[in-house]
């Protein structure tokens, strides 16, 4: 039985991720490691909990401590690394918190990995790296020279660029995966799309930052963690010291004016749609090229834009109606109301 560690498997992405391996890969055991900061909540494991029997531990702890990184890793001979501060705004409020947790928690558990002998280690990092491109510019793709304007994405390189080391210096097998924005069930309601949802439901006039034309390329979270399952289980001297792109393509790109105005149409309602100010710095456009994913090893998205929107908007609509019949639904959960659209 193979076993795997995923940091911050408790949060968004890595629940959904959690959930995937245990379901497409029935011999394999999947250790899970997460702070539980405000974004990661443990009841994003209960249908992993489920399906897995004895097959998933989770262990509350900070990839930070070295000692908990060797002791888990023992056991494990995977790892896929979410963990990670991904709040843009709070990074320019706290950078430091930032550099801390995505740069030195990577270099730790990086090393602790090393010392285990690890097989594979997926380094999860972000489009932000790249900073914003132009519409009349292609996507970005990874050959592309990084050009982080903020310091979630500073941090983000500099966790990348341990990653690059270890693989230079000692032959460690790092892939790093680089993905644009990700939407689906559990998401936290700082992100926009639950944030449009949330205030759409509750008859709120919608907030959007500046004029709401921030384009974005959106990815449905099952999607991004097949792409992962792949490049987890490809052949070594396909992956090993590479970095790859997971973006929903072109079709998948979008403005905050074209999503908010799709969740009111499926909705039928009507409420005002207000412009904030903008986020500094702001990224008009984020966007990747996915070619060399799809031409390594056949990935490409499956679920359209407007089927992901759809069973996003289910899985929001059941959440707003349980905290209707029970008031204290969620009431020890950090629901942040920071208009951050863009993200």
Known sequence: ?????????????????VEHILTAHPDYRVVVLDKLTYAGKRSNLWNAEALAGDRLTFVQGDVGDIETDCQLLQACDLVVHFASESHVVNSTKDPLLFARNNMNGTALLLEAARLQRVKRFLLISTVEVYGS???????????????????????????ESWGMAY?????FPVVITRSCNNYGPRQHEEKQLPDLMSMALRDEPLRVQGDGKHLRQWLYVTDHCRA???????????????????GGGAAAERTTIQNAQAILERLNKHPAIIHGPDRVPSLRRLALDSSKLEQRLGWRPQVR???GLDRTLAFYKREHQM???????HATDDRSRLVTQAS
């Not at 905290?323 to 639904?329: G, I």
Request: proline fraction near 5%; charge should be negative; aromatic fraction near 10%.
């Open 228 to 246: 992962l399952d792949a490049l987890l289980h490809a052949d070594e001297r396909q992956v090993a010291g590479e970095i790859f792109n997971i």
């Open 133 to 159: 491109c132009h519409r009349q510019v292609a996507a970005s793709r990874e050959d592309d020279l990084p050009r982080p304007s903020t310091p979630y994405a500073a941090a983000k390189v500099a966790a």
């Open 323 to 329: 905290r209707e019949q029970q008031p204290a639904y």
């Open 1 to 17: 039985m193979r076993s795997i560690l995923v940091t911050g498997g408790a949060g968004f992405i890595g629940s959904h991720f």
């Open 167 to 171: 693989w230079e210096s000692f032959g």
């Open 305 to 307: 834009f407007e089927e």
